[in-house]
């Protein structure tokens, strides 16, 4: 597999929006579930969101729940993450990447509410940059 490129990331103030996107250059993404996951230094790497097919089983992190929305265009092979009310501590590098588990037991896992490893994940693109400030 190859890897996987993000793109949106930006400076934006404390309530304005963002939206990043995901594509797979040589990957057909539609086969795939693919996670949302950021990190900023000194940190572990958390998982945000993860979407699976386009039904209602995607996973969002409690920090993140009810503001941002994960969706997936697969006629442009490319993954979205819509952040609105966005705020300083969403400040962070965000990366997307390829869940190596069965999309159906990542769809399970996902109503199940259970935290995103990044064990699971592979083909890490190279992150695109969120910074939240007044």
């Known amino acids: 597999q190859g890897q996987l490129v993000e793109s949106g990331g930006g400076l934006v103030q404390p309530g304005e929006s963002l939206r990043l996107s995901c594509t797979g250059p040589?990957?057909?993404?539609?086969?795939?579930?693919v996670g949302w996951f950021r990190q900023v230094p000194g940190k572990e790497r958390e998982g945000v969101s993860c979407v699976v097919g386009d039904d209602d089983s995607a996973y969002y992190s409690d920090s993140v729940k009810g503001r941002f929305t994960v969706s997936r265009d697969n006629s442009k092979n490319t993954v979205y993450l819509q952040m609105n009310s966005l705020k300083p501590e969403d400040t962070a590098v965000y990366y997307c990447?390829?869940?190596?588990?069965?999309?159906?037991?990542?769809?399970?896992?996902?109503?199940?509410?259970?935290?995103?490893?990044?064990?699971?994940?592979?083909?890490w693109g190279q992150g695109t940059q969120v910074t939240v400030s007044s």
């Open positions: 990447a390829i869940d190596r588990l069965p999309m159906g037991l990542r769809r399970a896992k996902n109503r199940l509410g259970e935290d995103l490893s990044t064990e699971d994940f592979n083909s």
């Open positions: 040589g990957i057909l993404l539609e086969h795939y579930a």
